[in-house]
């Protein structure tokens, strides 16, 4: 079945670095949706994006169909960009383990 | 426009004790998802409908959980006799007919001693 393997596992960043979050999955897509989830919390869509590049003020998602990769750029990081990162493919979400990054002030 | 719904938002039980999971989607949305995301893992989808119908259970632990919405509304998550393995939060997702979007309620918390 599809597995998705999302690295780093954690990232500790000093406020203002940028960080890159990848994704990868063992078989072809035919959905991407990027989340943030606090501890504890429930999941809050970043972006959908099946394809291409979509950006959001500091957040950039960038979709290579054909590769089978999609990547999260976060730029300027700042301390309330901490907690979990998730990506979720295909139409029922198989979601990988996490990004898990901490933005120290 | 009010989002995904659940409750209770925490449930805490002893082994072999039975609890429900209450889920409204979003209005107008035909699917919604279940899934189960123990501590520091990503969610696993345990069942979804389209409408009143079951699309996939495969993932459904058929012998103590169960779920059902049929009315293709609201829909009911049900643990029979909870195991200590069950601790983990529960997650119910909607989305529009023929779009992979899904919008995620907040959750219910449930640890099982």
């Known amino acids: 079945g599809q597995q998705v393997q999302q690295s780093p ?19 072809s897509l035919n959905s991407m949706q990027w989340f943030y989830q606090r ?3 429930s999941l809050v869509s970043l972006f959908y994006n099946p ?21 999260l750029h976060i730029s300027s990081s700042q301390t309330t960009d901490s907690g979990t990162y998730l990506c979720g493919g ?16 | 426009e009010a989002g995904v719904t659940q409750s209770p938002r925490y449930a805490v039980l002893q082994e072999g004790q039975a609890v429900s999971f209450w889920c409204d989607p979003i209005s107008g949305h035909d699917t919604l998802y279940w899934y ?6 990503g969610p696993q989808l345990l069942v979804y409908f389209r409408d009143e119908a079951v699309i996939d259970n495969s993932q459904l632990p058929s012998d103590r ?4 919405r049929p009315k293709g509304t609201n829909s009911t998550l049900k643990i029979q006799s909870a195991k200590q393995g069950d601790t983990a939060t529960y997650l119910c997702a909607s989305s529009l007919q023929g779009r992979a979007e899904q919008f995620f309620g907040p959750g219910t918390r449930l640890t099982v001693l």
């Open chain 1, 9 to 27: 596992a954690s990232l500790v960043l000093q406020e203002g670095e940028n960080a890159e979050l990848q994704c990868n999955f063992s078989t």
């Open chain 1, 39 to 41: 501890p504890g919390g």
């Open chain 1, 51 to 71: 394809s291409g590049t979509k950006q959001s003020g500091r957040l950039t998602s960038t979709t290579v169909i054909k590769e089978r990769r999609s990547s």
């Open chain 1, 90 to 105: 295909s139409w029922q979400l198989i979601f990988g383990s996490g990004t898990q990054l901490t933005v120290m002030p």
């Open chain 2, 36 to 41: 189960q995301q123990p501590r520091d893992q």
């Open chain 2, 65 to 68: 959980f169960s779920a059902v």
